[in-house]
């Protein structure tokens, strides 16, 4: 298994004004926000610590105004 989160917040870190975190959000009056969710991480071909892994995500963002902005970043 690869450990991608911590590569992933760093980077969703890096777009300005947005709370990220690995978590649902639990103060509604600071958006906008950003969740993400681990929802797979297989090593297919049991090769532990190789560079063969099939990981999947979920990024959810969360805001009171439209998201399309903060997406294309």
Same mark, same amino acid.
């Given at each position: 298994? !690869?450990?991608? /989160?911590? *590569?992933?917040? $760093?980077? *969703? @870190?890096? =777009?300005?004004?947005?709370?990220?975190? @690995?978590? !649902?959000?639990?103060? &509604?009056? /600071?958006?906008?926000? =950003?969740?993400? !969710?681990? =929802?797979?991480?297989? @090593?297919?071909?049991?090769?532990?610590? $190789?560079?063969?892994? @099939? =990981?999947?995500? $979920?990024?959810?963002? &969360?805001?009171?105004?439209?998201?399309?902005?903060?997406?294309? $970043?």
């Amino acid at each position: 298994m !690869y450990d991608v /989160k911590p *590569l992933v917040k $760093q980077l *969703l @870190d890096s =777009i300005p004004s947005v709370k990220v975190s @690995d978590t !649902y959000p639990k103060d &509604w009056s /600071k958006l906008p926000c =950003i969740s993400f !969710y681990e =929802i797979a991480n297989i @090593d297919p071909a049991r090769l532990s610590g $190789q560079p063969l892994v @099939d =990981i999947s995500l $979920q990024v959810d963002i &969360w805001h009171d105004q439209s998201t399309g902005a903060l997406a294309s $970043q």
